[in-house]
């Protein structure tokens, strides 16, 4: 096992931050997002950004003549938009939408790519003891984040909520390619593998139509597909949690995906406590202490999930299960009991990530 004791402490910054953003702020080195491809280049970036899967994508490829390019990147989006139209939980008509609908009465039919994700996310819920969970919808609505409304439950609600959120009662017959649920009232959210998933389509159709070097960036789940022309890696910054444009370091990425979940993308402020959207399905409560998870590894889908998973676990048993995993890497940063920000991370980052502040 790698050694994941690494631990930088800050002094504490200032207070929380009151707009809540869709995305994580993952700028890289020139300028915000793409500024990147600018060096060493001679022709510009071809970019486009749209609203898709919750929040604002950003497609940009570098390296190919401007009719070439648009060409992919209206491929790529077209596949984002076929995922989402898929995977929405918002939208009507969506497959998960059917599912939550009707789940527990009948099996209901999946495309192949929701089987993935269902079946991907249930993996990755055994590989974290339960840390990730994509039942965790009827929490969700309890506190009142599916709905952007503030709301802070009682025992009891939290017991009958808790009580429905069990990945280990969706039942997939392979065979049929159908999903069905054991329990009257369960829903399922893939906001936490979705989004990451159709980075990797996007990327997967870039590559397909020639592209070497490109980003994909879904408000804060990127992929970086290749490497500059001058450097051996992309330069993705980490956030700062608590300041706003800023950053606390500078880590090196090639071919990889980079997902952050952070207690400042989606949060509300009662009795002068912040309650942010991730929630530990054993509690039934918002993850406490946990600032910001950042994990880098070979696919946007398993990055996006184990950021939310080692965000619920903690520093010690997010990082020692990150250590045992092949090709992953991870940065968690938290509040320590005397109120100063620990930054820590795998092992493998030590010559990857310079810490800026």
Same mark, same amino acid.
């Given at each position: 096992?790698?050694?994941?004791?690494?631990?930088?402490?800050?002094?504490?910054?200032?207070?929380?931050?009151?707009?809540?953003?869709?995305?994580?702020?993952?700028?890289?080195?020139?300028?915000?997002?793409?500024?990147?491809?600018?060096?060493?280049?001679?022709?510009?970036?071809?970019?486009?950004?749209?609203?898709?899967?919750?929040?604002?994508?950003?497609?940009?490829?570098?390296?190919?003549?401007?009719?070439?390019?648009?060409?992919?990147?209206?491929?790529?989006?077209?596949?984002?938009?076929?995922?989402?139209?898929?995977?929405?939980?918002?939208?009507?008509?969506?497959? !998960? &939408?059917?599912?939550?609908? @009707? %789940?527990?009465? #009948?099996?209901? +039919?999946?495309?192949?790519?929701?089987?993935?994700?269902?079946?991907?996310?249930?993996?990755?819920?055994?590989?974290?003891?339960?840390?990730?969970?994509?039942?965790?919808?009827?929490?969700?609505?309890?506190?009142?984040?599916?709905?952007?409304?503030?709301?802070?439950?009682?025992?009891?609600?939290?017991?009958?909520?808790?009580?429905?959120?069990?990945?280990?009662? !969706? &039942?997939?017959?392979?065979? @049929? %390619?159908?999903? #069905?649920?054991? +329990?009257?009232?369960?829903?399922?959210?893939?906001?936490?593998?979705?989004?990451?998933?159709?980075?990797?389509?996007?990327?997967?159709?870039?590559?397909?139509?020639?592209?070497?070097?490109?980003?994909?960036?879904?408000?804060?789940?990127?992929?970086?597909?290749?490497?500059?022309?001058?450097?051996?890696?992309?330069?993705?910054?980490?956030?700062?949690?608590?300041?706003?444009?800023?950053?606390?370091?500078?880590?090196?990425? #090639?071919?990889?995906?980079?997902?952050?979940?952070?207690?400042?993308?989606?949060?509300?402020?009662?009795?002068?406590?912040?309650?942010?959207?991730?929630?530990?399905?054993?509690?039934?409560?918002?993850?406490?202490?946990?600032?910001?998870?950042?994990?880098?590894?070979?696919?946007?889908?398993?990055?996006?999930?184990?950021?939310?998973?080692?965000?619920?676990?903690?520093?010690?048993?997010?990082?020692?299960?990150?250590?045992?995993?092949?090709?992953?890497?991870?940065?968690?940063?938290?509040?320590?009991?005397?109120?100063?920000?620990?930054?820590?991370?795998?092992?493998?980052?030590?010559?990857?990530?310079?810490?800026?502040?």
């Amino acid at each position: 096992m790698r050694n994941h004791k690494l631990q930088i402490r800050l002094r504490r910054a200032g207070g929380p931050q009151r707009k809540n953003y869709l995305g994580v702020l993952c700028y890289v080195l020139s300028a915000l997002w793409c500024g990147l491809f600018l060096a060493g280049c001679q022709k510009p970036p071809i970019r486009e950004t749209r609203l898709l899967l919750g929040t604002t994508v950003q497609i940009t490829v570098k390296g190919k003549e401007e009719a070439e390019a648009r060409k992919a990147i209206e491929l790529a989006f077209k596949e984002i938009e076929r995922i989402e139209n898929l995977m929405s939980k918002y939208r009507e008509g969506s497959e !998960i &939408s059917i599912l939550n609908r @009707e %789940g527990a009465k #009948r099996p209901v +039919k999946a495309s192949e790519d929701t089987l993935r994700v269902i079946r991907e996310s249930i993996r990755v819920g055994e590989l974290t003891d339960g840390a990730f969970d994509i039942t965790i919808s009827p929490l969700m609505e309890l506190w009142g984040f599916s709905k952007k409304e503030g709301h802070l439950p009682g025992e009891e609600e939290l017991r009958e909520a808790r009580g429905l959120v069990n990945y280990g009662r !969706i &039942s997939l017959n392979e065979e @049929e %390619g159908t999903i #069905r649920f054991e +329990k009257e009232g369960m829903k399922i959210d893939l906001g936490g593998a979705a989004k990451g998933y159709g980075v990797d389509r996007a990327a997967d159709v870039l590559r397909e139509n020639g592209i070497s070097r490109a980003i994909v960036n879904a408000g804060g789940d990127m992929y970086l597909l290749g490497k500059p022309l001058d450097r051996d890696f992309w330069q993705v910054g980490l956030k700062h949690p608590r300041r706003e444009g800023e950053i606390l370091g500078l880590i090196k990425v #090639r071919d990889e995906a980079v997902a952050t979940s952070g207690d400042y993308q989606k949060y509300f402020i009662l009795q002068g406590k912040r309650f942010c959207h991730i929630i530990n399905p054993v509690t039934g409560r918002p993850v406490q202490s946990t600032l910001s998870v950042t994990v880098i590894a070979r696919e946007a889908m398993r990055a996006d999930a184990l950021a939310t998973a080692l965000f619920v676990l903690g520093s010690e048993r997010g990082l020692k299960l990150a250590s045992c995993l092949e090709g992953v890497e991870a940065i968690i940063v938290r509040e320590d009991d005397s109120g100063e920000m620990a930054i820590s991370m795998t092992d493998g980052l030590r010559d990857r990530v310079t810490i800026t502040k």
